[in-house]
Structures are given as structure tokens and as C-alpha cells.
């Protein structure tokens, strides 16, 4: 197929009736663009102009195809424009509530990406549980926070991604080599649990089954809470976003039924995010789809 850079060669060179002149409004050599215009006539197997000694003449075919690419390179033109214009729009600060989890797993790709594209754009983060990022969206200090399902209900919640949940447990734990694991397996164990305002989910689910677990100890720190089930000091479920960096014997299970949070980002209900933040939450469904 034709590139781009054939099509405006061809222009140049008719605009300009020169190979000597198009070169150099181009930049590039005259042999560069003989070049370009001999693999844009045997890309479209027709001959689109004839050279003369003190100028260059269109065929017939080629004041039809010279037409067509004219309005392709206009649309082009307006694309680039459009794409500016939105750049334009997309500046000012962002600030961010941030789940540590959600730090890991997916925003320095998102972070990365969105410094390449947006560079007038300034993210702010701030990392908090489910409990300070609600607040600080309730109170205006962030524009936008991610949070897990259900989301109060002022505020609009955005899906980004389901983040599995798996248990947790030390290699030679009696059920690591049990396949189908369930709930029900685990209700007499010792169960090491996340902070509430960490994760809600693992109590939610357990309660759903009737299951009042054994709690000998509640942490807010999730890499704590990986080395001490890792100690064999008890078991507990997390969500796999957390487990990137999870020690290399520390046995990983699914469950028969699958077990999830819903992860998204909200902002305020009645308020409007700014195009940056738009974008931001775009992004990130991006990432996601590939986690």
C-alpha cells in the first residue's frame, strides 16, 4: 500500500513542479523523492506523471489520483490540528487517590505513558485506604480516587478492572496441595486479615457463607501481611493485584467459585471531571485490559 510520505511527495513535487525544489521543501534528497514517486506509480501500477526536461505533467490518471490524495493530506492536516487542539486541553493538575495495590500493579505504566503523551498534564498522587480516599473525594482534595464496589452513593464509580481474590497460605500448610479449594475449608482455620479499610471485601464474602473467622491478627500493611502467612503463622485471602512482589513460597490458590473486587475510580456525583482526568481514567481501562 501507499504510505503517507508517497502521497506528499507526489503533492509537493506537483505543487512544485520540481524534484529539486520538493527535495528541498521536504527535506530530503531528489533522489529520495524519484524514489518515492517511482514506488507510488508501481504501488498503483498506473503512471501518474510525465517529466519533461523543464517540467513535470500529470496524465489523466493522475490529475484523478492527484485529486484523492489532496483531500486525503487535507484530513490529515485537520487530524493533526484536532489532535493539538486536544492536547492543548488535556494541561493543568490532576491529583489522585491511590490504593497501594493500585500503585503496584498499575499506574507506573499509566504514569509513564501519560508523561510521554501529556506532558503539560501534572498528576498528584496521594496513597490512602478506602476510608481517607472516600473522604478526601468527599471533601474535595482529590478529583478523583479509586476505590473498590460498592461505592457510596454520591459518588459516580467507573470501572477499571476485576482483581481476583486468592488465598494465601505457607508451602507445607495442610490444604496447599488441595485443588478445588472453598470457603467452607477454611472457616476453622487462623486467618490473618487485611484492615477493613484495606480491603472490605474478604469480609463481605466471608460473611455472605456464614464463615466468622478466626482473626489472630489485622494488618494494614499487605507485604506484612504476605511474610507472616509465608511464616505459616496463618492463612488469608488477597487480592492478586498484591502478589507481584509476593515471597517465592507462598502458595497461591484459586477457589472453585471465583471471587473478586471491583476496582474503579470515582469522583464526586454533580461535579465535572476536567478533560486531563477524563483521560487519565481512559488510560487506565486501557492498562487494565491487559493485567
Known sequence: ???????????????????????????????SITHAMNNLEAELDI?????????????????????????????????????ANLKNLISGTITVGVLPSISLVLL???????????????????????????????????????????APENFVFDFIFDDELLCIMAKNHPLADEENLTLHQLKNERWIMPKQNIDRDVLRILSEHKINPNVVYELSVDQVILTMVNENLG?????????????????????SEHYARTVGVAYKRNTSPSPAAIKFVEICKSFASYL
Open 1 to 31: 500500500m501507499p504510505t503517507l510520505s508517497q502521497y506528499l511527495a507526489f503533492h509537493t513535487l506537483i505543487e512544485t513542479g520540481s524534484f529539486t525544489e520538493t527535495g528541498l521543501k521536504l527535506n530530503l534528497t531528489q533522489s
Open 47 to 83: 503512471p501518474l506523471i510525465i517529466r519533461n526536461r523543464n517540467n513535470i505533467i500529470l496524465t489523466s490518471n493522475g490529475k484523478i489520483v492527484y485529486k484523492h490524495i489532496s483531500k486525503i493530506l487535507q484530513e490529515q492536516q485537520k487530524l493533526e490540528n484536532t489532535v
Open 108 to 150: 507506573p505504566k499509566v504514569l509513564s505513558y501519560f508523561e510521554q503523551q501529556y506532558p503539560d498534564v501534572t498528576i498528584r498522587l496521594m496513597e490512602g485506604d478506602y476510608d481517607q480516599i472516600e473522604n478526601w473525594l468527599q471533601h474535595g482534595v482529590i478529583d478523583i480516587g479509586f476505590i473498590a464496589k460498592p
Open 235 to 255: 492463612i488469608s485471602i488477597v487480592p492478586k493485584s498484591i502478589l507481584r512482589h509476593a515471597p517465592a513460597d507462598l502458595v497461591q490458590k484459586n477457589f
